[in-house]
């Protein structure tokens, strides 16, 4: 079988100015692209030889395929002082190597992504091949310059701050928009983009793109693989449209992520916010078809995903597992003996909300002194992941508030709060979760969070670590949650207590109520969280993603497909195989060709543009329809929804030209000519009913407007907020076909428009 490559429009692409978009001569491929997928291969004649020529050796079909790109791979890196050479090892705790246990067992991931280690460039080359050959890596080595600019400056500055709410409302609250972040960032997803350019197969592989860090990369692959197989999934919050419209770069962001098929969010409210920011800056609109949520973008449908990721129930069971948690286990249950425990454990960073859990602790030995001695909170502050002014002064004011809660209600041998504020080893950490009765997770915003997941697991135990510890089998298990109602794993959890951590009172009555519950009702809040958590794990959550990607681009090659647009706003077109690109010289020569021609021209949209105030045809448009007309050998038609009058006075200079009104209800073929209508008489007694209805919604949706015309009454709600505009217009269109049931009407909803008419016209 042969097989070709679509060049789809590279040649135009290269026309764009500065070096954003501008890619070098692809580099040697390791591996052959092979076309297994029968169906339409090419839409162009003019194919890149280059590319053929590195596609004639084929070979049987490969493997099925897995690119993983992240801004980090998932290894550990150490520098060994004695040899001088790299040593390197999985990072199990790593969600991007967890992923692949959803994946079929026969299939082959790659993974592309940094290096959390500053690698000498004379090493690059050989760490790089090591990497592929032993760990199936391709790391992306950027320059020390453009990943401070791309990671600590546009990232941790910018999308960071703005997806979790913090605007930069002053110099003392977040940076300010800086361009040449906005470059860095741009200059590193296209360094991501060569690695898997190098690496792909494109007819095969499919692509998996994580997180806030590359979310421009889907253009660049696109752009160089029309057809490319690709996924994107957000581990953050994405922020409603009010929010998120304050980025100067929102559009280039939102059209680059729709270069994707399918696109994942944690929650509903993620995905809601997305599609709200697509129709309002985009216009675009979303539907449901059979429980699929899709985004049709020039042809190409976008799908949604919403499924919130899961934990590594094999890692924590072994983790359990290890005699070194059990003998903690043992150790903190002797330390905190005759007390009751309460658990937090996070990232030390101003999200996450340690201070205001610790309020709350504080509020809550305030209001139930019987508590004092009997309750004690162990906070454990992970090491920050990023540094700055904001994390420094989280950091004091946690340990301020500990030491003042512990001053207040502490004792000799008691603290209420302790706080350990260290990196300490995974198995201790499971060994605080396993003891602890309710575990608090109160982020004042937050992607996901697995700590909730985590203990949970933690709290049901093995079988093993229940023989360690002495528990009889068959024994049930029981935990409480507090968490957040603003992380993104509050949804699954319908057995937590959900708290707003702003309100200090309740989250102290919700640790309260959560300590001082019946055995019985904690046993089924467990059971009920932990049913839900073990059967949607890391692999449940990776083979749903890998399945409906899988789906999205079923239709990848029953398309002809065009590339179109300069820079960051580049896009493809999508269309039906019978579509063929319309020849100016082939339409030139059928024109020269024929004695008879019949011209119809639309007039919004073609001959003015939507946008603009003024409808009045210009002096050039006019001389060119005159043009037309004075060949004998031609009939002109202006076709319009507009009114005969309207349109009578624009073309008036225009002696020969036809006009189709109001959609072909009045024709007139010269303008010396009267107007024809429909021979059957229309009764438009039904305007009296309508009419009325449409002003009150009119009245009652701002920007809205109504056109009557002789045959029709017409709803228009394009300058209405778009979402309000909507909802209106559904609501407009029950109501009318309610009242006008039993009248010889239609109503229909089109493009920001509802329209009544009567059922003897059938419009142009």
Known sequence: MSAMVSQSCTNLLGLVTGDLLNYPQPVPRPLPRVMTVPGIISDFDDVDDRNNGALEALSSPCPERKIIVANQLPLHAQFDESSRTWNFSWDEDSILLQLKDGFPSDAEVIYIGCLKADIDPSEQDEIGQRLLDNFKCVPTFLPSDLETKFYHGFCKQQLWPLFHYMLPLCPDHGERFDRSHWQAYVSANKKFADKVVEVINPDEDYVWVHDYHLMILPTFLRKRFHRVKLGFFLHSPFPSSEIYRTLPVRDEILRSLLNSDLIGFHTFDYARHFLSCCSRMLGLDYESKRGYIGLEYYGRTVSIKILPVGVHMGQLESLLNLPETSSKIKEIQEQFKGKTLILGVDDMDIFKGISLKLLAMEQLLEQHSDLRGKLVLVQIANPARSSGKDVY???????????????????????????????????????????????????????????????????????????????????????????????????????????????????????????????TEKHLRHDKHYRYVSSHDVAYWARSFDQDLERACRDHFTKRCWGIGFGLGFRIVALSPNFRKLSVDHIVSAYRRTSRRAIFLDYDGTMMPHASINKTPSAEVISLLNSLCNDPSNTVFIVSGRGRDSLGDWFSPCASLGIAAEHGYFVRWHKDWEWESPSIAADFDWKQIAEPVMRVYTEATDGSSMEIKESALVWHHQDADPDFGSCQAKELLDHLESVLANEPVMVKRGQFIVEVKPQVITTL
């Not at 080893?425 to 979760?433: N, S």
């Open 393 to 519: 002064e989280a950091k004091n004011e946690t340990s301020l508030i500990a030491e003042r809660v512990n001053e207040k209600y502490g004792y000799p041998g008691y603290e209420p709060v302790v706080l350990i504020d260290k990196s300490i080893p995974l198995y201790e950490k499971i060994a605080f979760f396993v003891v602890a009765e309710c575990c608090v997770v109160n982020a004042v915003r937050d992607g996901m969070n697995l700590v909730p997941y985590t203990y949970v697991v933690c709290r049901q135990g093995t079988a093993e670590l229940d023989r360690a510890m002495g528990i009889p089998p068959g024994t049930r298990k029981e935990s409480m949650l507090v968490v957040s109602e603003f992380i993104g794993c509050s949804p699954s959890l319908s057995g937590a207590i959900r708290v707003n951590p702003w309100n200090i009172d309740a989250v102290a009555d919700a640790m309260k109520t959560a300590i001082s519950m019946g055995d």
